[in-house]
């Protein structure tokens, strides 16, 4: 039987690790559930020599009228599951400089931001508990190279997982500052996070469900945020609203489809592609005909349609005659 004479003395370095946390995180308040983390974590701290062989982990609670006991539909928890780990996996590229809405994520961003899932019930909601799939060691000491703690690199999902979740807990009512302190973040992220943020809050606002999140790390204060359907659909009318899931691109080639009441289509490089021309001049409605040449500018946001899937919208913003075989250039510029 273990007792107080066996067991290592760890309360001058769990006293140490306190207070350097709160000179690095002088606004996050510890909870209790912290407090006796952190001694686990000093103990394996002074045992192994660093606590990051400990995993992180995350928690997914929906609560709401939609959930009744443990019980939500399918389809919902479903989304909402799918659209949490694009957003996080969205924020890690960002963190990584790759913010564009071009492209796939890099198999090693994929990698290093999946989370596995398992389920656990609470009264009145359905609780997912969250954690990386990769070891937190294949980041913190990369191909076996030992370090110190404090030199050890931070795992992507974490760093991921916590901007993420600093973002959504930002803000608590839904005034103009708010929309302001949303519109600067995104516009740091990118248009992939702004992208992946807005399919989040519309899977809330659609379900019916408070998403509260929180995130664990080792050596770190926990983070926790709350998203109830008002509060997501504020954030989609930021992010729409003010282009914070799109960025620029231009479209050159012939016009295959002109209409007052459906999009337009034009034949590029990369294929035929429809857009939203119904923010164009009226005098540019009615300039142009089938076959012509034009150098479209445009701005792509990336939205989830009807059926789930995600599609990239074009939308004109201004159009001008090009010539016959013209390839992208550096575009013009819109009004």
């Known amino acids: 039987m273990a007792t107080s004479d066996n067991l290592p003395d760890v309360t001058g370095l769990l006293a140490s690790l306190r207070q350097r946390f709160t000179e690095e995180h002088p606004a996050v308040r510890y909870e ?31 609560t709401g009228s939609a959930v009744v006991g443990n019980s939500a539909n399918l389809d919902d928890v479903g989304s909402l599951s799918s659209a949490w780990q694009k957003a996080v996996t969205a924020t890690g590229a960002a963190l990584e400089d790759v913010k564009s809405v071009r492209g796939k994520f890099s198999a090693s961003v994929v990698l290093r931001t999946q989370l596995m899932l398992t389920a656990s019930p609470q009264p009145g909601s359905v609780v997912f508990v969250v954690e990386p799939k990769q070891s937190p060691m294949d980041e913190a000491e990369p191909h076996g190279q030992t370090t110190t703690e404090e030199l050890a690199q931070r795992p992507l999902a974490d760093r991921a997982s916590e901007r993420l979740v600093e973002f959504l807990a930002a803000g608590v009512d839904q005034g103009a500052e708010t929309g302001d302190a949303i519109a600067r973040q995104l516009r740091e992220l990118g248009p992939r996070v702004g992208g992946a943020v807005n399919a989040l809050a519309l ?20 983070r926790r945020a709350s998203v109830d359907p008002s509060k997501a659909k504020f954030i989609r009318e930021v992010v729409e609203g003010r282009g914070l899931d799109a960025e620029p691109e231009t479209l050159i080639g012939p016009l295959q489809t002109i209409s ?9 490089a990369d294929g035929l592609v429809q857009f939203d021309a119904s923010e164009l001049p009226p005098a540019d409605l009615h300039r142009w005909k089938v076959d012509d040449w034009v150098e479209v500018a445009a701005t792509v ?5 009807g059926d789930g899937r995600m599609d990239r919208k074009f939308t004109a913003t201004g159009i001008r005659e090009a010539e016959p075989g013209t390839l992208p250039g550096p575009g013009l510029d819109a009004d």
């Open 32 to 62: 209790p559930e912290d407090l006796s983390r952190l001694g686990v974590e000093a103990i394996v701290r002074r045992e192994a020599g660093t606590a990051r062989t400990l995993h992180s982990s995350g928690v997914l609670r929906f």
């Open 203 to 222: 899977a809330i606002d659609k379900s019916n469900v408070t998403l509260d999140v929180s995130w664990r790390e080792p050596a770190k204060p926990t």
């Open 260 to 268: 007052s009441r459906q999009r337009w289509a034009i034949e590029t």
């Open 301 to 305: 946001a990336v939205r989830e349609r």
